[in-house]
């Protein structure tokens, strides 16, 4: 769900497009730029009647807000029309060229205009690439009403932006275009063009694909086809020969990457081989580096199915290692067994709670020394401190355990450890209960 594109305008920093430019040709996107919220397609969690911006129009209150979205879903286009409903100057910087210097100005310019009684809603693209000091100079400004801010950003603001801006905002996040709003924008273009797009079903549903939910993507796609000349409609086959599909979007420095492995990671964990496959291929497709997806993997052996399958370590480094031996892309068919082979096998997390449990309570209990019937004694000194005395040495004992206490006397005997009745921890627990049973009885 979104609205399109993400472009200004042949324009000044306002938007209002130049003389000399008035009559030059116009690219698709910004010919169908909506001219009201009522024209946005999609993002109706956002601009909904009972919605964020939905309910802020309707009270005639607008607060700051912060744009969290992919490209190509409307952020620019939202915050333009947001300007027009609440009669706002819109001023359109990026963080990517402006400085301190043309901060200063706009500032200034703002703070004139609204002596002037005409309030300026400074709209900042990619606002997460101002450094902390530039965003913590729009404090002021947004304090004393001087501009009213709205940023846009593809990274999580939690990660790049100020705690101080993001207090004083309302962050909304745009969603990418899902097929159905791609079609409606399709059929918006072709009315506009006045002539439909020269594809069959599938291959029309190929090319909304190809966008992969970025409006501006979809329609510059269009744009090339409706300049092609052909006869009749062309098939798939027709147009993945003359266009080449769009790249998925994936950063593996940010959000995507977070988010990608963690659904590859919770797919393992629910026992589900296809999804944790797809999402596998996913990060593969974006040029991830499998030596990092062999890592994780391996860490989800040891995390999720631990003692319940303890091969299923053994197959991650296996796979690891053949990669290592093979590299890509044969090496990748090891590392995506591997994948299969830990969705299938018994989970567990007992033995990683166990050893959170263990770090807490070692934490905890600082320095307290071992009980000294457990401590050698090599010299007869730590002897005479009764070192090592009345020690009971398991072998000896009947079923070779004594029962003796190994925590130190201070500390309560704490459960760490329990496992679950699945895989080979089902026979863990058996000896688990055998040696708590044993224990109790030689009190």
Not at 2 to 31: C, H, V
Not at 194 to 216: V, Y
Not at 223 to 234: C, I, P, S, T
Not at 422 to 437: M, Q, S
Request: charged share 25%; aromatic share 8%.
């Amino acid at each position: 769900m979104a609205d399109l594109f993400d472009i200004p305008n042949s324009a000044d920093q306002t938007g209002n497009a130049s003389a000399g430019e008035s009559s030059a040709p116009r690219p698709l996107a910004d010919l169908l730029r909506p001219r009201s919220l009522g024209e946005v397609i999609g993002q109706e969690q956002v601009l909904g009647p009972e919605a964020p911006l939905g309910v802020m129009l309707a009270s005639g209150s607008l607060s700051s807000l912060v744009f969290w979205g992919p490209p190509g879903v409307g952020k620019t286009t939202i915050a333009r029309l947001l300007a027009d409903e609440t009669d706002l100057h819109f001023v359109q910087i990026s963080a990517i060229f402006t400085g301190v210097p043309e901060l200063r100005k706009m500032f200034e310019a703002a703070k004139v205009r609204r002596g002037n009684g005409k309030g300026t809603l400074l709209f900042v693209d990619e606002i997460h690439r101002f450094n902390k000091a530039q965003q913590d100079g729009f404090l002021p400004y947004m304090e004393d009403g001087t501009i009213l801010l709205v940023g846009a950003t593809t990274e999580n603001p939690s990660f790049e932006l100020n705690a101080a801006v993001l207090s004083r905002s309302q962050v909304l996040v745009l969603e990418r275009l899902g097929l159905a709003d791609l079609e409606r924008l399709a059929q918006r273009a072709e009315r506009e063009l006045d002539r439909g797009i020269p594809l069959d079903g599938l291959a029309r549903e190929a090319l909304l694909e190809m966008a992969d939910g970025d409006g501006r993507a979809l329609l510059n796609l269009i744009e090339q086809v409706m300049a092609w000349r052909v006869d009749g409609k062309l098939d798939t086959d027709a147009l993945s020969t003359r266009l080449m599909r769009r790249a998925a979007k994936y950063d593996k420095s940010g959000d995507e990457h977070y988010n990608l492995i963690s659904a590859l990671h919770k797919s393992v964990r629910g026992s589900d081989p296809d999804a944790a496959l797809y999402w596998f291929s996913r990060m593969l497709e974006g040029g991830e580096d499998p030596r990092f997806l062999a890592r994780r993997i391996t860490r989800m052996a040891c995390e999720d199915i631990a003692l319940a399958d303890p091969q299923a370590q053994s197959v991650c480094l296996n796979a690891w290692e053949t990669y290592e031996r093979l590299g890509s892309p044969e090496g990748e068919l090891a590392l995506a067994q591997a994948v299969i082979y830990l969705a299938l096998a018994p989970k567990t997390n007992a033995g990683y709670m166990a050893y959170k449990a263990a770090r807490a309570l070692a934490k905890k209990t600082g320095s307290e020394p071992p009980p000294k019937h457990i401590l050698n004694a090599p010299t007869s000194l730590m002897a005479d401190q009764g070192y090592g005395d009345g020690y009971e040495y398991d072998h000896n004992a009947e079923g070779g355990f004594s029962g003796q206490n190994y925590f130190p006397e201070g500390v309560k005997r704490p459960v760490l450890y329990s496992p679950v009745e699945r895989g080979f921890e089902r026979e863990l627990k058996r000896r688990l209960d055998f040696f708590t049973t044993q224990r109790l009885k030689k009190k």
